[in-house]
């Protein structure tokens, strides 16, 4: 019986939030709805943009997280999760002030790519500047080969498909967005990596694994799977 609550410290983004308890509802086997976890989202939008904080001294994320994980508290959530790959940034901060657990996506995906890949040394990058800036692969993922796009990529391609005026941020998750980071995803095999990793929730609302021909990995995914399993 799947009796443990699930909790969304959702709303960055919102559209990524509700792919997250999608993949959650496929990663669990059942038989009918009674069998599925209750899962509780607080999708909260109005949480300051990570990479703001991270790049400009943008207003800190921090407080708001904490606020929308508390709510979550509140409905006696088990186990909870961050639909936001930059957010880890500050995921220790935010732990030491919540009482459920809130699962690692990065920690998950280090296992996920050992127990899987366990050949594969050079892992291909796309994320936002804010999560690049802060190393937050580098520290999780620490015997791979990190690779990124170079600086005009990641300005001009990256970061225009997720944040740019036709870009994923703003509900578009076809055309211009997707032609941008295949073109971005191919640098990085250009560049040797042997699978790219989608580290901004955002960036498998568009690109999908049939669009390139090495493996895609969205540690979305991971999450799903590991957290049904805790």
Do not use: W
Request: net charge negative.
């Amino acid at each position: 019986m799947n009796d443990k609550i699930i909790g969304i410290i959702g709303g960055m983004g919102p559209e990524a939030t509700a792919e997250l308890y999608m993949k959650i509802i496929k990663a669990t086997k059942v038989n009918r709805d009674q069998d599925h976890f209750r899962v509780i989202i607080d999708s909260n939008p109005k949480i300051p943009d990570r990479t703001q904080a991270i790049l400009n001294n943008g207003e800190s994320p921090v407080e708001a997280i904490v606020e929308t994980a508390k709510n979550l508290e509140k409905l006696g959530v088990n186990i909870g999760c961050l639909p936001c790959i930059t957010s880890h940034y500050f995921i220790e901060e935010i732990q030491k002030q919540v009482s459920f657990k809130i699962l690692n996506a990065l920690e998950e995906l280090n296992i996920y790519l050992k127990d899987n890949y366990p050949q594969v040394k050079n892992i291909g990058i796309l994320a936002t500047t804010g999560t690049i800036k802060t190393n937050l692969f580098n520290k999780y993922l620490p015997d791979f080969n990190i690779v990124y796009v170079d600086s005009t990529t990641q300005s001009e391609k990256v970061m225009e498909a997720i944040y740019g005026e036709g870009g994923i941020k703003r509900g578009n998750t076809e055309g211009k967005p997707l032609k941008l980071l295949i073109e971005a995803s191919q640098e990085l095999v250009d560049k040797g990596a042997e699978i790219i990793v989608a580290g901004c929730t955002e960036i498998t609302l568009a690109l999908k694994s049939h669009n390139i021909n090495n493996p895609l990995v969205d540690p979305m995914d991971v999450v799903a799977k590991s957290i049904v399993k805790f």
